[in-house]
């Protein structure tokens, strides 16, 4: 199983709560479209320190493969047009389990 980790910060900081809400609404209606991605949890950060990221993104794929696919649906190019808008800084991990 690997697993795919993502911290985003967005640029405006005033709307930060907000984008993280659609964003994970739009995170959230990959699960049921891709087949690959067995597992996502997308969590909006409580923590309002300068450092911390607003939101992070959790997702389980059987193998490299899975996740290249998840990346190059359709359906997340289109959430990732839109992050490209409004995204700051991104920090990323894949592991196995």
Same mark, same amino acid.
Request: hydrophobic share 50%; charged share 20%.
């Given at each position: 199983?690997?697993?795919?980790?993502?911290?985003? &910060?967005f640029r405006n900081r005033e709307t930060a709560k907000e984008t993280a809400g659609k964003v994970k609404t739009m995170l959230d209606g990959l699960v =049921?479209?891709? #087949?690959?991605? &067995?597992?996502?949890?997308?969590?909006? #950060?409580? #923590?309002? &320190? =300068?450092?911390?990221?607003?939101?992070?993104?959790?997702a389980d794929f059987d193998d490299e493969a899975g996740l290249n696919a998840y990346r190059a649906h359709p359906d997340h190019v289109k959430i990732l047009d839109f992050m490209k808008e409004v995204v700051d800084k991104t920090t990323v991990v894949d592991y196995y389990l």
């Open positions: 199983m690997l697993r795919h980790i993502v911290m985003m &910060k =049921p479209v891709i #087949n690959e991605l &067995k597992r996502m949890e997308v969590g909006i #950060n409580v #923590n309002t &320190k =300068p450092a911390a990221y607003d939101l992070v993104l959790t």
